[in-house]
């Protein structure tokens, strides 16, 4: 058996003071968000008197809820969805012939495909405008599409590789023998052992897509279309003053990927398990 010792103690007190520090911010969000505009004590003071009428103010009297309905209707969610099916197709069929080959191209493209996860995207804003502009696809959802299609391909190329390599290729080689090709043998066999790295990745992708602003801003500028980070930079335009009706609205556009998220934990744990044991 396991001793409790001084060492795990001290383990146990590191993660303690993480979780505060990582904790703090969310609680002063809905600490803000549940009290009444008139209480303006200090946000790190707990409510005495909890509200919900900053949620039902932020979505009728704010027009935020016309504003999240079109955007996540028409917008976030088609974005997200399409950039992370195409991110985990793609990702996928480029991993699994990079974690089996053993030739020495496999591990070269390999590093050249990791060098995504080293250079910043920031470094080819200007020529990624200038592209998506010559294309015409600026102020489309597919302007972002396209853009988080290939940011989020070497970060999911990685984890898939990973946890490729800790899979034993038993199976794959028994369904070679029974005359499968080397595509339906991924397809048939080795795809549904990859659920847990697929879940992984489909939420970490989803929460990047669903949270990134800087990109929507730069891309959908100028048009009528919007993403629920944008949506929300206008709404904290007009209510700059009611803090408590921001907080809120924040508070109502993290919850459909927060459950998301919640939903999924457990099998993203063990998709990043699989992965570091590989």
């Known amino acids: 058996m396991n001793r409790y010792r001084a060492r795990t103690l001290g383990l146990e007190l590191v993660m303690i003071a993480v979780a505060a520090v990582v904790g ?33 103010q932020s979505w009728r009297q704010g027009a935020l809820g016309g504003a999240l309905l079109n955007s996540v209707l028409l ?28 030739a020495r191209w ?5 590093l050249l495909i990791m060098l995504g996860l080293l250079l910043p995207f920031q470094l080819a804003a200007l020529p990624l405008y200038q592209t998506m502009r010559d294309l015409g696809l600026l102020g489309t959802v597919w302007a972002l599409v396209l853009f988080y299609s290939g940011l989020q391909v070497p970060f999911t190329v990685f984890l898939y590789v990973g946890f490729l390599r800790a899979l034993p290729r038993d199976f794959e080689d028994a369904a070679l023998i029974d005359g499968c090709t080397p595509l339906q043998g991924f397809r048939l066999v080795v795809l549904p052992m990859l659920k847990p790295v697929t879940v992984t990745a489909l939420v970490l992708n989803a929460v990047f897509v669903w949270n990134d602003f800087f990109t929507p801003l730069l891309y959908l500028s100028g ?31 993290i919850v459909p990927i ?7 934990q457990r099998s993203i744990v063990n998709g990043f398990a699989g992965g570091l044991r590989g």
Do not use: K
């Not at 088609?78 to 996928?92: D, E, H, I, P």
């Not at 980070?229 to 003053?241: D, E, K, S």
């Not at 927060?258 to 999924?264: C, D, H, Q, S, T």
């Open 106 to 110: 496999s591990r070269g493209m390999f």
């Open 258 to 264: 927060l459950a998301v998220y919640f939903a999924l």
């Open 24 to 56: 703090f911010p969310v609680y002063v969000l809905v600490n803000l968000a549940v009290r009444a505009p008139s209480d303006t004590s200090s946000p790190i003071r707990p409510t005495t008197s909890p509200t919900l009428d900053n949620f039902t």
């Open 75 to 102: 917008n976030s969610v088609l974005v997200t969805t399409v950039s992370v099916v195409v991110v985990l197709a793609v990702s996928a069929l480029a991993a699994y012939p990079l974690a089996r080959a053993t």
């Open 223 to 253: 048009s009528t279309r919007q993403t629920v980070p944008v949506a929300i930079a206008g709404f904290v335009g007009q209510y700059i003053t009611d803090w408590n009706l921001i907080f809120a609205a924040l508070v109502i556009s």
